[in-house]
């Protein structure tokens, strides 16, 4: 079955800090791999997209690494800001025409000042 | 661009009512999400139009489920009747091409639906 799993499930740290959230899927083969993040109240937003073949993709403080042998991922956050409260969700799209996006069950953080 | 529109943005009705969601996809999008999040299972992929043209309805609980596209600026989800094991943020996204490429999944800001 094709999964994705996130941990750690809930992450508390003080502003200014970094942190690293990981991600360990079954999918295989894929396509890409999207780190989302999603404030409290709102849709998800897309933070970075990595194909198979890309191992590190970054978006200002936020640095997604992709390790497709041992099929995980991580997403570094720099210098923390209380605006990187939020969940952050990993999503695997299968490759092989249109495939279902697996979603990870989220981390949800919390950077306190 | 307005981004994705979804109303209403709260929705509480009581269990049997029939409850219609609307979602505006992004203009010149060619296709149509609709998810559903709750804490249990995460988000989860319910249906999906290509050019006003359900391709994948596998995700859809139950009859009790039904969503349209009318054309390529508007698509309703309809629970009828609704339970209160339906109550979930349900998210309408939209993109340009295949979701799998680069083109990006934009999400609407969701409608928060209670069934009492």
């Known amino acids: 079955k094709n999964q994705v799993e996130q941990s750690p499930q809930s992450l508390i740290i003080l502003e200014g800090k970094n942190c690293t959230l990981q991600?360990?899927?079954?999918?295989?083969?894929?396509?890409?791999l999207r780190w989302y993040k999603q404030d409290t109240g709102r849709g998800p937003v897309s933070l970075t997209i990595?194909?198979?073949?890309?191992n590190t993709k970054s978006n200002g403080r936020y640095t997604a690494t992709l390790d497709a042998d041992t099929k995980q991922s991580s997403l570094h956050i720099t210098a923390s800001q209380l605006s990187d409260s939020a969940s952050y969700i990993c999503?695997?799209?299968?490759?092989?025409?249109?495939?279902?996006?697996?979603f990870g069950a989220g981390t949800r953080l919390a950077v306190h000042p | 661009d307005a981004g994705v529109i979804q109303s209403p943005r709260h929705e509480v009705t009581e269990m049997g009512q029939e409850v219609t969601l609307r979602c505006k996809p992004i203009?010149?999008?060619?296709?149509l999400f609709w998810y559903r999040q709750t804490m249990m299972r995460g988000l989860e992929l319910l249906i999906y139009?290509?050019?006003?043209?359900?391709?994948?309805d596998s995700g859809m609980p139950e009859d009790r489920f039904s969503a349209k596209m009318p054309n390529a600026s508007f698509s309703t989800l309809k629970i009828q009747p609704s339970e209160p094991r339906d109550s979930a943020v349900y998210f309408c996204?939209?993109?340009?091409?295949?979701?799998?490429?680069?083109?990006?999944?934009?999400f609407g800001p969701g409608t928060r639906l209670t069934v009492l």
């Open positions: 996204a939209s993109s340009s091409g295949l979701a799998g490429s680069y083109n990006e999944q934009f």
């Open positions: 991600c360990n899927y079954t999918v295989s083969p894929f396509s890409n």
């Open positions: 990595m194909t198979f073949s890309e």
């Open positions: 999503v695997v799209r299968p490759s092989g025409g249109y495939n279902k996006l697996i």
């Open positions: 203009s010149g999008h060619d296709y």
């Open positions: 139009f290509n050019n006003n043209v359900p391709i994948d």
